[in-house]
């Protein structure tokens, strides 16, 4: 701890500022391990996830995730782009929710399947993750609550599976109360 307190002391003020930035990332997943967490799904690993949010320096604390895999069920992610298609400016506007497209191999196919309009690709909440660095493992869509930085079990759009819908919108009226 000691070594990591002076290695921050000689560096520039900029990066000082994005070494504690990230140190105190560290502190909180360090403390968020000790918690009553739902740490690991088929698809979905903790620790991968509050990596990625770290690394793309999104703040997750209360915040319901959204990620939408490119590939997997087709009927799964057509209700799920419907749904995304329907209520664009409500999750664009909605600073409680955050999207992730992931496993996207082509941002242009997709920008013209969806028929999403360009604000919405340009929404700060949006996240394109085109390199696989969230190692999403589902065909699903998923949604993701985090409540006092813990997150809970993931909520996924796949047949016989209900739930997804209510529960997102829920999100979208910033209701973040439900219970899995």
Known sequence: MITIYVSICLLSNRKKMRCIKHLGIVVIAFFMSGCNCH???????ADELFAFLSEKQIDFHNKC?????AI???SCLSSAEHL????Q?????NKHVILILTNL?????FKWRTQLSDRFFKAENLF?????ALKFRSFYPALIRFEQDCMQKPVY???GAEGFEEKLLDCLKKKLNYEN
Do not use: M, V, Y
Request: aromatic share 0%; hydrophobic share 30%; net charge negative.
């Open 89 to 93: 400016d409500d999750i664009i506007n």
């Open 128 to 132: 394109i993750d085109n390199q696989d």
């Open 39 to 45: 740490k690991e799904d088929e698809t979905l690993r």
């Open 84 to 87: 995304l298609i329907s209520r």
């Open 105 to 109: 191999s082509d941002l242009k196919k």
């Open 157 to 159: 759009q796949k047949p």
């Open 72 to 74: 997997g069920c087709g």
């Open 65 to 69: 995730i959204i990620i939408l895999p």
